[in-house]
């Protein structure tokens, strides 16, 4: 037996339990999607079995592609998805850079960035949309109330109480609206998951060579030339890593959605597969296959994009 074949017979029984792992259920799903599967049908009872005599072809897909719902969905998927990746790349550089200098307690300060990421989805939300961002009880509502009375009493004071009545009275934003749901949800999960981008960054810079950067300063390099000529495409592998991962687990994003506002206004793609899975199984597998596709093209597209940037 040769020295190759040794290797591939042992990693068989795991390739071939992923393939099955992830094959069944796609598998299942592309059947439901090409029949009629309704779970509630009482005129038509023969569409609550999933037999492949209720064939239907690409009628699912057409009824989802023509919902006005699907296409709000998928815009705010990818809008959501979008900013918190930009967001979490952003200030997780940042903090990266910040943390991986020396300074006194830079292990306790390592460990409480990297906290937030082990709370789990749904109490971060709970956390977020009652104690941070209710506009009565949350810090929110309590600092635009303190910030008005403190305006107000400030009018009346001498030189200076004309600054203060220029100000006008703040009014705080309810964010299980649904014209700013989506941005408490962007907000809530950006502080849970800078810490996983933090985390990556800063493991990666331990390993910058240092001698490049010293042979940078010998010949008169800025901080900032020395960022974006010798930190960034170091950095490059890693930004691709936390892109992709992120990518896959914010565009499954329900907890935090369905405690915000239930939907309303910030409703992804399975949020409205979740919705539709409570009858009509059909269009539910269908606008799943949507977003099986969707994942892919945002991760190639994202990928292909931070590659081209930082690795030329």
């Known amino acids: 037996m040769s020295k190759r074949t040794l290797p591939r ?27 009629r599967y309704v779970l509630a049908s009482l005129n038509r009872p023969e569409w609550t079995t999933p037999s492949i005599t209720n064939w239907r072809g690409l009628g699912n897909y057409i009824f989802v592609w023509n919902n006005d719902g699907f296409w709000l969905a998928i815009y705010n998927s990818v809008f959501i998805v979008t900013s918190i990746i930009v967001l979490t790349v952003v200030l997780g550089l940042a903090t990266a850079i910040l943390v991986n200098r020396s300074f006194p307690g830079r292990g306790i300060v390592r460990v409480l960035l990297i ?5 789990m989805p749904a109490v971060n939300a709970v956390l977020w949309i009652n104690m941070i961002l209710d506009p009565v009880l949350g810090l929110q509502g309590i600092a635009v109330s303190g910030i008005n009375e403190f305006s107000e009493n400030m009018r ?13 009275e703040l009014t705080p934003i309810s964010f299980r609206a649904s014209q700013t749901s989506a941005i408490a949800v962007i907000m809530m999960v950006t502080w849970q998951w800078t810490p996983f981008a933090v985390l990556i960054f800063m493991t990666s810079l331990q390993s910058e060579d240092q001698q490049q950067k010293e042979a940078a300063i010998l010949d008169g ?28 687990f914010h565009l499954s994003l329900y907890a935090e959605i369905e405690i915000v506002s239930r939907g309303n206004g910030n409703k992804n793609l399975p949020y409205l597969i979740g919705e539709m899975a409570t009858n009509n199984i059909g269009a539910a597998s269908a606008t799943g296959i949507f977003a099986v596709i969707l994942a892919n093209i945002f991760a190639i597209f994202l990928l ?3 590659s081209k940037s930082l690795m030329e």
Not at 9 to 35: D, E, H, K, R
């Open 221 to 248: 390099a800025g901080k900032w030339a020395m960022f974006r000529f010798l930190t960034l495409p170091h950095l490059a592998r890693p930004m691709s890593i936390v892109v992709m991962i992120q990518a896959i």
């Open 156 to 168: 009346s004071a001498p030189l200076i109480g004309w600054f203060f009545s220029l100000w006008p």
């Open 304 to 306: 292909r994009m931070i």
């Open 9 to 35: 017979l042992l990693q068989t029984p795991a390739v071939l339990l992923l393939l099955v792992w992830m094959l069944v259920p796609l598998s299942i799903t592309l059947y439901f999607s090409f029949i």
């Open 115 to 119: 906290s937030p990421f082990f709370v």
